[in-house]
């Protein structure tokens, strides 16, 4: 297993961290205004980045190792600050959160009907298309507010891919 590896992940993670923490929120005084699709695309967004991350956390706990399973909790503790600003952005432009989406119970429901390895498998088909939907989000739009917060995001994507590639090859 390549335990210097999530060692490494972990330390990057927090790194990570501090420079979010360090840079600071977007302006929220800042309003919101995309088409009504974009809106609901962010909605659904918004609902797949707040999962409590607690059956991935689980797996990664019983793999066996610890540097691993830290790096996991970070991840997921990127996932949600990815749900906290999406909510933020959503309120910006006047849109609430939605409580729930069939899209995203379909996909909770396939990422858990197997092991951990499964689970990442599923897991970056979301981060792929994810790093798409931002990259078009923040190059797409005018509104300075979304596309401040679709680079932020966009930017802890793009390392979420790799992370996952190298548990799958340990």
Same mark, same amino acid.
């Given at each position: 297993?390549?335990?210097?590896?999530?060692?490494?992940?972990?330390?990057?993670?927090?790194?990570?961290?501090?420079?979010?923490?360090?840079?600071?929120?977007?302006?929220?005084?800042?309003?919101?205004?995309?088409?009504?699709?974009?809106?609901?695309?962010?909605?659904?967004?918004?609902?797949?980045?707040?999962?409590?991350?607690?059956?991935?956390?689980?797996?990664?706990?019983?793999?066996?190792?610890?540097?691993?399973?830290? /790096?996991? =909790?970070?991840?997921?503790? &990127? @996932?949600?600050?990815?749900?906290?600003?999406?909510? $933020? %952005?959503? !309120?910006?432009?006047?849109?609430?959160?939605?409580?729930?989406?069939?899209?995203?119970?379909?996909?909770?429901?396939?990422?858990?009907?197997?092991?951990?390895?499964?689970?990442?498998?599923?897991?970056?088909?979301?981060?792929?298309?994810?790093?798409?939907?931002?990259?078009?989000?923040?190059?797409?739009?005018?509104?300075?507010?979304?596309?401040?917060? /679709?680079? =932020?995001?966009?930017?802890? &994507? @793009?390392?979420?891919?790799?992370?996952?590639?190298? $548990? %799958?090859? !340990?």
């Amino acid at each position: 297993m390549h335990t210097d590896g999530f060692a490494k992940w972990t330390r990057g993670f927090e790194d990570e961290r501090e420079r979010r923490r360090a840079q600071g929120d977007p302006d929220w005084g800042r309003s919101a205004a995309l088409d009504p699709a974009v809106w609901a695309s962010v909605q659904r967004f918004q609902i797949g980045e707040d999962g409590d991350g607690a059956n991935l956390i689980g797996k990664a706990d019983e793999a066996g190792d610890a540097d691993y399973a830290r /790096a996991v =909790r970070l991840f997921v503790a &990127e @996932e949600h600050n990815h749900a906290r600003l999406l909510a $933020r %952005l959503l !309120a910006a432009g006047g849109m609430p959160t939605l409580t729930g989406h069939w899209s995203d119970t379909a996909f909770v429901r396939l990422r858990r009907l197997m092991g951990l390895r499964m689970e990442l498998l599923v897991l970056m088909i979301a981060e792929v298309v994810a790093l798409r939907y931002y990259r078009a989000l923040r190059d797409g739009t005018d509104d300075s507010l979304t596309s401040d917060v /679709a680079g =932020r995001i966009l930017s802890d &994507e @793009e390392r979420h891919i790799p992370f996952h590639c190298e $548990r %799958l090859h !340990a």
